[in-house]
């Protein structure tokens, strides 16, 4: 049995490697292949803010007035809030701030999805944008945020994400594991699928969407618990790319806490569950019949690495289990050994794809040197408790539920080549 679980292991283990050797070549290509030129004095395009926002009196005045202080022109820009199911005065703070707000109330069709649409279906005509930018309601956004995604748009792009830093990235461990992930995502992904050509993915917030594309699907029409990725491999599917923006930055305030953090990886494991089940046949078709690259690499964004990983867990668990049967203590240790021998494999990956991240964005991530390697050590603890996770959401009916944000202040004039933030909590209420 030990010699069939190291085969499995190392079986396993290649595999992963295999499938996701490309993501190595990307970091190979974000590094040195330069990035493509976007047009410097673009025309000036219309934009509409869109806010989904739930019990978010704390944060949303924050982000409405770092819209407010865009070095693009305000009589271009508008900002649309939508008040969903709030029980609290995130209307009346978001209004006061100056944005235009609807409040809905609908517990039954639950979700940023169906808030987004909501929204949309009831802005003034007289918006009339040529493009939406999409926010969620804890994000801060650095002062040159919409004149840089203006240029994406400006060079043909109908949808394009942009470069996505934390806010609160010294908090805990916690924090640190996903801002880390949105660094590397935005740097070792985004960026060289951008550089290549290739579609990008959106990851949640601080994105772009052409109005025509919202005439065409009439209205938001991603509805599943991540309607983030669904909204990518959709785009994949219909031939849109989705661009990439570098100097665009958004800070968004990640989840401190493990209880939020299960919670919300749970919704998202489940989601790409949704996204799998709906989307996968037709990235296979396209995969296959279109030679489509983006259909590879958004596959292998929704599926693969957590089945191998739930796969591994289940199979060394099962022999394990059969060792204290049998009342056998070496094949126990021998189980345990193979294990443990296969975790400390993706913990090497793991933790060379955080230290590579952290030193080429260092100016970009506020805290003390010490924490900034400490949380390169704990970054593939943090991504191997989305193993638990995501077996728990094969089985475990997932809804959306919101996130309580404390709210952080951006930094003015800080030094490196990206602006940073820094926590200065404000009080619950």
Same mark, same amino acid.
């Given at each position: 049995?030990?010699?069939?679980?190291?085969?499995?292991?190392?079986?396993?283990?290649?595999?992963?490697?295999? /499938?996701?050797?490309?993501?190595?070549?990307?970091?190979?290509?974000?590094?040195?292949?330069?990035? $493509?030129? /976007?047009?410097?004095?673009? $025309?000036?395009?219309?934009?509409?803010?869109?806010?989904?926002?739930?019990?978010?009196?704390?944060?949303?005045?924050?982000?409405?007035?770092?819209?407010?202080?865009?070095?693009?022109?305000?009589?271009?820009?508008?900002? !649309?809030?939508?008040?969903?199911? !709030?029980?609290?005065?995130?209307?009346?703070?978001?209004?006061?701030?100056?944005?235009?707000?609807?409040?809905?109330?609908?517990?039954?069709?639950?979700?940023?999805?169906?808030? /987004?649409?909501?929204?949309?279906?009831?802005?003034?005509? %007289?918006?009339?944008?040529?493009?939406?930018?999409?926010?969620?309601?804890?994000?801060?956004?650095?002062? *040159?945020?919409?004149?840089?995604?203006?240029?994406?748009?400006?060079?043909?792009?109908?949808?394009?994400?942009?470069?996505?830093?934390?806010?609160?990235?010294?908090?805990?461990?916690?924090?640190? =594991?996903?801002?880390?992930?949105?660094?590397?995502?935005?740097?070792?992904?985004?960026?060289?699928?951008?550089?290549?050509?290739? %579609?990008?993915?959106?990851?949640?917030?601080?994105?772009?969407?052409?109005?025509?594309?919202?005439?065409?699907?009439?209205?938001?029409?991603?509805?599943?618990?991540?309607?983030?990725?669904?909204?990518?491999?959709?785009?994949?599917? *219909?031939?849109?790319?989705?661009?990439? !923006?570098?100097?665009?930055?958004?800070?968004?305030?990640?989840?401190?806490?493990?209880?939020?953090?299960?919670?919300?990886?749970?919704?998202?494991?489940?989601?790409?569950? @949704?996204?799998? =089940?709906?989307?996968?046949?037709?990235?296979?078709?396209?995969?296959? !019949?279109?030679?489509?690259?983006?259909?590879?690499?958004? /596959?292998?964004?929704?599926?693969?690495?957590?089945?191998? %990983?739930?796969?591994?867990?289940?199979?060394?668990?099962?022999?394990?289990?059969?060792?204290?049967?049998?009342?056998?203590?070496?094949?126990?240790?021998?189980?345990?050994?193979?294990?443990?021998?296969?975790?400390?494999?993706?913990?090497?990956?793991?933790?060379?794809?955080?230290?590579?991240?952290?030193?080429?964005?260092?100016?970009?991530?506020?805290? @003390?040197?010490?924490?900034?390697?400490?949380?390169?050590?704990?970054?593939?603890?943090?991504?191997?408790?989305?193993?638990?996770?995501?077996?728990?959401?094969?089985?475990? $009916?997932?809804?959306?539920?919101?996130?309580? *944000?404390?709210?952080?202040?951006?930094?003015?004039?800080?030094?490196?080549?990206? %602006?940073?933030?820094?926590?200065?909590?404000?009080?619950?209420?």
């Amino acid at each position: 049995m030990t010699e069939f679980l190291n085969w499995f292991n190392g079986i396993l283990f290649l595999l992963f490697l295999l /499938l996701y050797s490309y993501q190595f070549f990307y970091l190979f290509v974000a590094l040195v292949m330069k990035p $493509k030129q /976007l047009p410097e004095n673009p $025309k000036k395009y219309r934009y509409c803010v869109l806010i989904a926002a739930r019990n978010e009196e704390n944060v949303i005045g924050n982000l409405i007035r770092s819209i407010r202080e865009q070095t693009y022109p305000q009589e271009l820009v508008n900002i !649309c809030v939508v008040a969903d199911n !709030c029980t609290d005065q995130t209307a009346k703070v978001a209004r006061e701030a100056g944005a235009y707000v609807v409040e809905r109330f609908n517990q039954t069709l639950v979700g940023k999805g169906y808030a /987004l649409d909501f929204l949309l279906k009831n802005i003034p005509a %007289s918006f009339a944008p040529d493009a939406y930018l999409v926010f969620d309601a804890d994000n801060t956004l650095d002062p *040159h945020y919409i004149e840089e995604m203006n240029k994406v748009y400006a060079a043909g792009y109908l949808a394009s994400t942009s470069y996505r830093n934390s806010c609160n990235y010294d908090s805990n461990w916690i924090s640190a =594991g996903y801002g880390l992930w949105f660094l590397r995502e935005s740097r070792y992904l985004n960026q060289a699928r951008m550089k290549l050509g290739t %579609s990008c993915a959106i990851s949640g917030t601080g994105f772009m969407i052409a109005a025509s594309l919202i005439r065409r699907n009439h209205g938001w029409i991603h509805h599943l618990l991540t309607e983030d990725i669904e909204f990518s491999i959709d785009s994949v599917l *219909h031939g849109v790319t989705i661009g990439y !923006c570098d100097k665009a930055i958004v800070y968004d305030e990640q989840p401190v806490t493990f209880r939020q953090s299960w919670n919300q990886r749970l919704r998202w494991s489940k989601g790409f569950y @949704q996204v799998f =089940g709906k989307y996968g046949t037709g990235l296979v078709r396209k995969l296959f !019949c279109k030679k489509s690259f983006a259909a590879y690499d958004m /596959l292998m964004t929704i599926a693969p690495a957590m089945l191998i %990983s739930i796969g591994s867990v289940l199979v060394n668990g099962a022999c394990l289990l059969y060792g204290v049967l049998i009342d056998s203590p070496l094949l126990v240790a021998q189980c345990a050994e193979s294990a443990m021998a296969g975790v400390f494999n993706y913990y090497l990956v793991l933790f060379f794809l955080g230290i590579v991240t952290t030193i080429t964005e260092w100016n970009s991530i506020h805290a @003390q040197t010490f924490k900034k390697l400490l949380y390169c050590l704990t970054f593939p603890l943090f991504m191997f408790t989305y193993v638990p996770i995501a077996i728990a959401a094969m089985r475990k $009916k997932v809804e959306w539920t919101p996130i309580v *944000h404390r709210g952080y202040q951006t930094v003015p004039g800080y030094a490196g080549r990206r %602006s940073v933030t820094t926590a200065t909590k404000m009080p619950l209420s």
